[in-house]
Nanobody, 121 residues
Framework: VQLQASGGGLVQAGGSLRLSCAAS????????MGWFRQAPGKEREFVAA???????YYVDSVKGRFTISRDNAKNTVYLQMNSLKPEDTAVYYC????????????????WGQGTQVTVSS
């Protein structure tokens, strides 16, 4: 599975962005998908996950602001980010975990290249 993330950019605080992650290969619908982020000088952290059946899970800091979704027909997972804050500034990565629904980074087998999100105050 190859993952291609896109949609990052520069936005003012309070604004919105939608990240996309397009997956190649078969069996996309059987993968749990996740979004992680890494801010400068910090470790990569979990943001959101979605199971193959559509269940979702979020880190507390983004609950109510971010929404993860997937379109299995398009082999794509999305992260809609609203009410963005400067502390959301990071490189965002999508990842795929076969038959898993998890927030644990090491359980994801495949990773995209990352897309930069910068939120100005």
């Amino acid at each position: 599975v190859q993952l291609q993330a896109s949609g990052g950019g520069l936005v003012q605080a309070g604004g919105s962005l939608r990240l996309s992650c397009a997956a190649s290969g078969r069996s996309f619908s059987s993968y749990g998908m996740g979004w992680f982020r890494q801010a400068p000088g910090k470790e990569r952290e979990f943001v959101a996950a979605i199971s193959w059946s559509g269940s979702t899970y979020y880190v507390d800091s983004v609950k109510g602001r971010f929404t993860i979704s997937r379109d299995n027909a398009k082999n794509t997972v999305y992260l809609q980010m609203n009410s963005l804050k400067p502390e959301d500034t990071a490189v965002y990565y999508c990842a795929a975990a076969p038959y898993r629904f998890t927030d644990t980074e090491t359980e994801y087998n495949y990773w995209g290249q990352g897309t930069q999100v910068t939120v100005s105050s």
